[in-house]
């Protein structure tokens, strides 16, 4: 199974997405919307833009 993103509510009512593993683990969680529709296009841009994403290590 490969993995997923999944758009929920949270408790306060706002829309979220996470990434999920193709083994059910979570991976990523978002940050709070307004709009189911901005969730919608965090995902698009998450899909959009992490191909090509570098590792910067601060450690």
Not at 26 to 33: D, F, G, R
Request: proline share 2%.
């Amino acid at each position: 199974m490969s993995g997923k993103f999944e758009v929920f509510s949270d408790k306060a009512g706002k829309y979220r997405f996470r990434l999920k593993a193709g083994n059910g683990e979570i991976i990523a969680v978002s940050e709070a919307y307004n709009a189911k529709a901005s969730a919608l296009n965090g995902i698009d841009s998450v899909k959009k833009n992490a191909p090509g994403a570098v590792t910067d290590d601060l450690t």
